[in-house]
């Protein structure tokens, strides 16, 4: 089965320091990984997607992620954060094109001027 | 083009009582997926059907069942509604077998009382 793990439930990042969301799968196939931005009162966003291209992977407003096989990690990073920025984040896993999503207990973002 | 459109976006039921919620797909998706989203949780897969056939399902009782229907449009059913049902339910669409680019709806908040 395939399963991530998001460290921290909740980051407090400074306006223009650098965001880092932890995510760690667990899988026992190559997997197809994403990460999810959820805005109060709203429904899910996709902000990048690894299907097994490139390990370094650029999504939307400036967000960021690298695939590491050996550390089975699939962290989330942006150089500059935005107030903007500021919500909740999921990472998840699907064990292959088509097949569910299992989300990731999610990471709410907080970013201070 | 459309996004996915679910509705109500609110509802209250009492417990026993049986629900319907709503899901209009994107303009050219096939695919449908339903997902529970307990507060202060990940989306928890429930089920999804392609082409109005049921192609997967999560661990949730038989008592939520789906519809999808020939427009792909869908409908999520949950009888004897129980307390813990109360969640954000989310629905997304997708394009043929493949969730590179699932679209979701801003979801129906379900308060059972």
């Known amino acids: 089965a395939q399963s991530v793990t998001q460290l921290g439930s909740h980051v407090s990042v400074s306006e223009g320091a650098l965001v880092l969301l932890r995510c760690n799968y667990s899988s026992s196939v190559p997997p197809y990984l994403f990460w999810y931005v959820q805005y109060p009162n709203q429904g899910l966003q996709l902000l990048l997607k690894?299907?097994?291209?490139?390990?370094l992977v650029k999504g939307i407003n400036g967000f960021e992620a690298e695939f590491k096989k050996s550390e089975t990690s699939f962290h989330l990073t942006k150089p500059s954060a935005h107030m903007s920025d500021a919500a909740e984040y999921f990472c998840a896993v699907s064990a292959k094109s088509g097949y569910a999503l299992n989300f990731g207990k999610g990471t709410s973002l907080l970013v201070t001027p | 083009e459309t996004g996915v459109t679910q509705s109500p976006t609110h509802l209250i039921k009492t417990r026993g009582q049986q629900v319907t919620l709503r899901c209009s797909s994107q303009s050219g998706h096939n695919t449908v997926s339903w997902y529970q989203q307990a507060l202060g949780q990940g989306p928890q897969f429930i089920f999804q059907y392609y082409r109005e056939e049921e192609n997967g399902r999560g661990n949730f009782p038989p008592r939520f069942s789906g519809l999808q229907f020939p427009n792909y449009s869908s409908e999520l059913n949950v009888n004897a509604l129980e307390l813990d049902d109360s969640a954000l339910y989310l629905c997304?669409?997708?394009?043929?077998?493949?969730?590179?680019?699932?679209?979701f709806g801003s979801g129906t908040r379900l308060t059972v009382v």
């Open positions: 690894y299907t097994s291209a490139a390990t």
């Open positions: 997304a669409s997708g394009e043929g077998q493949n969730n590179y680019g699932y679209t």
